[in-house]
C-alpha cells in the first residue's frame, strides 16, 4: 500500500520523513522510552535513520505495519508517531475468525497530555474498521505504563487483563502487559472494568 494521510481538526497523520530524523533521536533519549517501548536503547542516530529510512518505508508496502507521524494540523514538527501493525487472523471461542490488527503509539514529552494520541488512535481505528483491513485492534503497554493504558481508555478499548506481551522487548523477552481490545462495531466511550493501577494519574 501507498503511504497515505488522515487528518481531523485536532492532529495530522502523515508519512514520517527523513527531516523528523533530528526529532525522532531527540524524543527517544526519554528514559520513558528505555523502561516501556520496544526501541532500541540506547537510541542512536543510526536507529532514526533506520526507522525511516526502512521499518517505514517496508511496512507500508509489504502490508506488515502502517506507520504515521503526529503532527498538528498543517504543521511540519514530529509531535509522536503511530503504527498499526497487521496481526493476522484470531479465532475466538465461537470459532469465528476476526482480522487483528495492534496499535503502538507514542508521544514527545512536550506534547503529551494534550489529547493528540486518543483522537489519532481514533483516526487510525476508524480508517481500518470503515475499509474492512482488521476486524478488532489490539492494544497492549507494559505494567506500569499509565499514559499508554489512559490513552487506551480513552479511546473505548475495552480492558482484557494481564497478559504476557505479544511484542517482543527488546531483549526478546516477552513481559507482562496490560492489553485491551477494540471491535468495529464498540462504543468508542471509555469502558468500565479497567483497573485503578492502569489509569492512576
Same mark, same amino acid.
Given at each position: +500500500?501507498?503511504?497515505?494521510?488522515?487528518?481531523?481538526? /485536532?492532529?495530522?497523520?502523515?508519512?514520517?520523513?527523513?527531516?523528523?530524523?533530528?526529532?525522532?533521536?531527540?524524543y527517544?533519549?526519554?528514559?520513558?522510552? @528505555?523502561r516501556?517501548?520496544?526501541v532500541?536503547?540506547?537510541?542512536?542516530?543510526?536507529?532514526?535513520?533506520?526507522?525511516?529510512? @526502512?521499518?517505514?518505508?517496508?511496512?507500508? +508496502?509489504?502490508?506488515? @505495519?502502517?506507520t504515521?507521524?503526529?503532527?498538528?494540523?498543517?504543521?511540519?514538527? =514530529?509531535?509522536g508517531?503511530?503504527?498499526l501493525?497487521?496481526?493476522?487472523?484470531?479465532?475466538?471461542?465461537?470459532?469465528?475468525?476476526?482480522? /487483528?490488527?495492534?496499535?503502538?503509539?507514542?508521544?514527545?514529552a512536550?506534547?503529551?497530555?494534550?489529547g =493528540?494520541?486518543?483522537?489519532?488512535? #481514533?483516526l487510525?481505528?476508524?480508517? %481500518?474498521?470503515?475499509?474492512?483491513?482488521?476486524? /478488532?485492534?489490539?492494544?497492549?503497554?507494559?505494567?506500569?505504563?499509565?499514559?499508554?493504558? #489512559?490513552a %487506551?481508555?480513552?479511546?473505548?478499548? #475495552?480492558?482484557?487483563? /494481564?497478559?504476557?506481551?505479544?511484542a517482543?522487548? #527488546?531483549?526478546?523477552?516477552?513481559? @507482562?502487559?496490560?492489553?485491551?481490545?477494540?471491535?468495529?462495531?464498540?462504543?468508542?466511550?471509555?469502558?468500565?472494568?479497567?483497573?485503578?493501577?492502569? =489509569? %492512576?494519574?
Amino acid at each position: +500500500m501507498r503511504a497515505f494521510a488522515l487528518a481531523s481538526p /485536532v492532529v495530522l497523520l502523515n508519512q514520517p520523513a527523513a527531516s523528523d530524523t533530528d526529532r525522532i533521536l531527540e524524543y527517544c533519549q526519554d528514559p520513558i522510552f @528505555e523502561r516501556y517501548l520496544t526501541v532500541p536503547w540506547p537510541y542512536d542516530r543510526k536507529h532514526a535513520e533506520g526507522f525511516l529510512d @526502512e521499518f517505514v518505508p517496508d511496512g507500508w +508496502m509489504t502490508d506488515r @505495519e502502517y506507520t504515521w507521524a503526529v503532527r498538528e494540523p498543517g504543521g511540519s514538527e =514530529l509531535l509522536g508517531v503511530i503504527g498499526l501493525r497487521l496481526a493476522g487472523e484470531s479465532a475466538t471461542a465461537k470459532a469465528s475468525v476476526h482480522r /487483528v490488527g495492534s496499535i503502538g503509539f507514542w508521544l514527545g514529552a512536550p506534547h503529551r497530555g494534550r489529547g =493528540l494520541i486518543p483522537e489519532a488512535q #481514533r483516526l487510525v481505528a476508524d480508517w %481500518a474498521f470503515s475499509t474492512g483491513t482488521i476486524d /478488532v485492534l489490539h492494544w497492549e503497554c507494559l505494567l506500569g505504563n499509565v499514559a499508554s493504558a #489512559r490513552a %487506551a481508555w480513552k479511546s473505548g478499548f #475495552r480492558y482484557a487483563g /494481564v497478559s504476557q506481551s505479544v511484542a517482543a522487548y #527488546r531483549d526478546g523477552s516477552y513481559p @507482562e502487559s496490560w492489553q485491551g481490545h477494540l471491535a468495529a462495531g464498540d462504543d468508542r466511550n471509555p469502558q468500565p472494568c479497567w483497573p485503578a493501577a492502569a =489509569l %492512576a494519574r
